[in-house]
């Protein structure tokens, strides 16, 4: 009698792309935990090696040299210092083979130069630049992500992998592209410390809390944060008079009100004075209906 059978259609799991990761300051530890939690078998090194004991007891394989880690797995993770690190640390590693990703601040020249070095020692390369503090990696609702430049072929085979500890965004074939992307947007977020630091200062003797006043702040700064798609459009089309609410000319005029309110607070103008300077030449290069648009310009060498 013939036996009844029932075929399987279940897929079988995938495994995990195993890797490896070089440093293990805040930022790297919070990456190497978020891959263990992700289930990534994962071998670590780090010049002090007491900082890999408590991902060693998660599961993490310890590495005694960077050489060995690296030798360890294909996908090779790099979360140190500086540049120089990098250099220092993958001296005597054989990157043959390996698809090696850079995740080291750095300029995008730097990223260009390391991915060229990378690839005469027969390596694949992807840079990229984390836009994320340590306490946001692992946690997708605090939106942290990376961008990634370099190989596409890479990016592509790993990125579910480079996904786990926070989300992707491929920026194109420049190696300097990453790199390019992060001091950008880092640029404006100082710009907009030094703003909000300017606040701060001019209630810092009054009778205003900070406290009452950081709301105000914060909402403001979100509100006017809507213009900057406006100067993209305006760049892209050349046209600095498209859609203008405050002109140039009239902003220049204004400008002496803050000047004179920090000079009576008895704050110093350092962090408005050299915008300004920017805005008045401007003027005398351009038109007075302009938007602020043309600052950019004046800063390309």
């Given amino acids: 009698m013939a036996q009844n059978t029932v075929e399987d259609h279940r897929t079988p ?5 195993p890797l490896t990761l070089l440093g293990l300051g805040a930022m790297g530890t919070a990456l190497a935990e978020a891959w263990l939690a992700a289930g990534h078998p994962l071998t670590v090194w ?10 060693a007891v998660r ?15 294909r996908l090779v993770v790099v979360c140190l210092l500086d540049d120089a690190s990098v250099e220092q640390a993958l001296a005597g590693a054989d990157l043959a083979g ?9 300029t995008p020249e730097q990223a260009r130069a390391r991915a060229t070095w990378a690839d005469r020692r027969g390596a694949r390369y992807l840079d990229g630049g984390i836009m994320a503090v340590p306490p946001m990696i692992g946690v997708p609702a605090a939106g942290p992500y990376v961008f990634y430049s370099g190989s596409s072929e890479l990016f592509e085979e790993h990125r579910a992998a480079l996904a786990a500890p926070a989300d992707t965004r491929y920026v194109g074939g420049d190696a300097g592209y990453a790199a390019l992307h992060d001091v950008a947007l880092l640029s404006a977020m100082y710009g907009m410390f030094a703003g909000v630091a300017h606040a701060f200062a001019l209630i810092r003797d009054e009778a205003v809390a900070p406290g009452d006043l950081a709301p105000l702040l914060s909402g403001y700064v979100t509100a006017m944060s809507r213009t900057i ?10 046209d600095y008079t498209k859609d203008v609410v405050s002109n140039l000319a009239m902003q220049v005029a204004g400008k002496g009100t803050l000047l004179r309110t920090a000079e009576e607070q008895g704050v110093s103008p350092e962090l408005l004075e050299p915008y300004f300077r920017l805005m008045e030449r401007r003027l005398e290069l351009g038109s007075g209906e302009e938007d602020l648009t043309g600052v950019v310009d004046l800063l390309r060498r």
């Fill in 229 to 238: 798609g406006k100067t993209a459009e305006q760049l892209e089309s050349g």
């Fill in 59 to 73: 599961g993490a394989a310890v590495a005694a040299t960077a050489a060995e880690a690296v030798a360890a797995n």
């Fill in 13 to 17: 799991l995938t495994p995990l792309t």
């Fill in 98 to 106: 390996k698809d090696l990703v850079n995740l080291v601040t750095s």
């Fill in 46 to 55: 780090n010049r002090t090696a007491a900082r890999a004991d408590a991902l």
